[in-house]
């Protein structure tokens, strides 16, 4: 075990892979559980953060059943099921609009290859009746500044499941990046972020515990 983080400590995660993941249907505040996968994920994020030596003061997730149920397995592996949590829709995935629900195939023959794209990868343009990234992290910063950091400036350390798009808007604040670059970075289901932070809420580093996965790596239900 390495030397155990003790203060101004972030960690982030987001879910493990879902039932709508698997399919590749756009979610956003739809509630699928997790899948066998998922699960295995949560568990192997859990490991990974023990290793660490963490101990967990307060937990954060969203109002959505897979974000919720990868902090539970999580905590269970990290033998710290009595942290206080806290669930909040200002966590939420992106919320995807008329979207939802759509096969990502079947989105693309109905409104075209690069409108889709535009919805997924700009910063400010939304689908209609959802969300844009930018729309996004309007509800993740203000909830982080109220209720995440007055935690984190007491020194305690904070453990956050969530959605890829909501932990963009977060990693946007942590790391003062811009809505381009943002679109840049992968989160990958189940793979914890650790972050130190400074007095004035950024960054003072990142550390990622599980490799992005090549093409040749194993798939994730043989590693356990």
Do not use: C
């Not at 919720?68 to 995807?96: C, F, G, M």
């Not at 794209?117 to 910063?141: C, F, H, N």
């Amino acid at each position: 075990m390495t030397d155990a983080l003790t203060d101004n400590v972030l960690v982030l995660v987001r879910h493990g892979e879902s039932e709508w993941n698997r399919l590749n249907l756009f979610t956003g505040w739809r509630n699928p559980d997790l899948t066998e996968k998922g699960l295995i994920e949560a568990r192997v994020a859990g490991r990974a953060i023990k290793y660490e030596g963490i101990r967990f003061d307060v937990a954060f997730t969203s109002a959505l059943k897979r974000a919720q149920h990868t902090l539970d397995i999580i905590l269970s592996e990290l033998n710290q099921a009595d942290v206080p949590i806290t669930r909040s829709d200002k966590l939420n995935e992106r919320d995807y609009g008329e979207l939802s629900g759509l096969n990502k195939d079947e989105a693309r023959k109905k409104w075209g290859e690069e409108q889709v794209m535009i919805w997924r990868r700009s910063y400010d343009v939304a689908p209609p009746g959802g969300e844009s990234l930018k729309d996004t992290l309007a509800r993740v910063q203000p909830y982080y500044e109220a209720e995440i950091w007055p935690h984190i400036v007491m020194g305690k350390n904070v453990l956050v499941a969530a959605h890829g798009n909501s932990l963009r808007a977060l990693i946007m604040v942590l790391e003062n990046l811009s809505g381009e670059e943002i679109l840049k970075r992968e989160l990958q289901t189940g793979a914890p972020i650790i972050y130190r932070l400074g007095a004035d809420g950024r960054a003072i580093d990142r550390k990622d515990l599980i490799a992005p996965r090549s093409p040749a790596a194993p798939p994730v239900d043989r590693i356990i």
